[in-house]
Nanobody, 130 residues
C-alpha cells in the first residue's frame, strides 16, 4: 500500500508560480509511473503531467506545455510540479497519483488516463486570482 501526500497549494495571482510536492510512503516509489491530475469545480478530472521512473520521460497536457514542469526525486520519494505563468483557469484541486506497473515504469507504461493509476493523494487546492 502506498500513501501519497500533496502539499504546496495555495492562493496566487495570475502570472505567478507555485511548486507542488507529493511525498510517497513505501520503498518502491522509484518503480512507479507518477502523474498529476486536477479537478476544477463542476468539471471532470483532467490529466496534467506524468513521468517515467527516472524522470527523464515526461508528458504534459497541451494547455500545460511550456508552463508546468513535472519532476521527481526518487531518493526522497517525492514528486514535484512546478507551475509558472498561472492562469485563473488553472484553479483546481491538484492530485498526484501512482501507477504500479509491476516493474520500473518506462515510457510504454505511462498513461494519461486516471483509471490507470492505483494510488491517489488527497489533493491540494490551487487558486489563481485574476
Amino acid at each position: 500500500q502506498v500513501q501519497l501526500v500533496e502539499s504546496g497549494g495555495g492562493l496566487v495571482q495570475a502570472g505567478g508560480s507555485l511548486r507542488l510536492s507529493c511525498t510517497a510512503s513505501g520503498h518502491t516509489f522509484s518503480w512507479y509511473c507518477m502523474g498529476w491530475f486536477r479537478q476544477a469545480p463542476g468539471k471532470e478530472r483532467e490529466f496534467v503531467a506524468a513521468t517515467s521512473w527516472s524522470g527523464i520521460n515526461t508528458y504534459y497536457a497541451d494547455s500545460m506545455k511550456g508552463r508546468f514542469t513535472i519532476s521527481r526525486n526518487n531518493a526522497k520519494n517525492t514528486l514535484y510540479l512546478q507551475m509558472n505563468s498561472l492562469k485563473s483557469e488553472d484553479t483546481a484541486v491538484y492530485y498526484c497519483a501512482a501507477d504500479d506497473v509491476g516493474e520500473y515504469c518506462t515510457t510504454r507504461y505511462i498513461s494519461t488516463s486516471g483509471t490507470s493509476y492505483d494510488y491517489w493523494g488527497q489533493g491540494t487546492q490551487v487558486t489563481v486570482s485574476s
